[in-house]
Nanobody, 124 residues
């Protein structure tokens, strides 16, 4: 069973950048698909993007973040990243890292393991 810990959230002005990290422990990291979701105050949790297990070569992004956000993974460090550029106030949310051994997709129900979340605030 894998444990996930996010970091890197904070406060940034509109147009700025942040990189979130998700450090995993307790599992064979390269075998996990990894994803990012976010939840804004008063809203449902929504899909941001995901990357397949190592060797799968698949990436998916929500339309709202495509061309601004990039997911990557470093299996040697057991860490996934979410690089966020050109941030907008509507990107303000708590960001969650997810992992799963067997499936991945845009629905939260696909994902078995979740981190505790890291908050991101984008000011206008």
């Amino acid at each position: 069973q894998v444990q996930l810990v996010e970091s890197g959230g904070g406060y940034v002005q509109s147009g700025g950048s942040l990189r979130l990290s998700c450090e995993a422990s307790g599992g064979s990291f390269s075998k996990y698909a990894l994803g990012w979701f976010r939840q804004a105050p008063g809203k449902e949790r929504e899909f941001v993007g995901c990357i397949s297990w190592t060797g799968g070569g698949s990436f998916y992004y929500a339309d709202s973040v495509k061309d601004r956000f990039t997911i990557s993974r470093d299996d040697a460090k057991n860490t996934a990243y979410l690089q966020m550029n050109n941030l907008k106030p509507e990107d303000t949310a708590v960001y969650y890292c997810t992992a799963d051994l067997h499936s991945y997709g845009t629905s939260a129900s696909f994902w078995d393991y979740w981190g505790q979340g890291t908050p991101v605030t984008v000011s206008s």
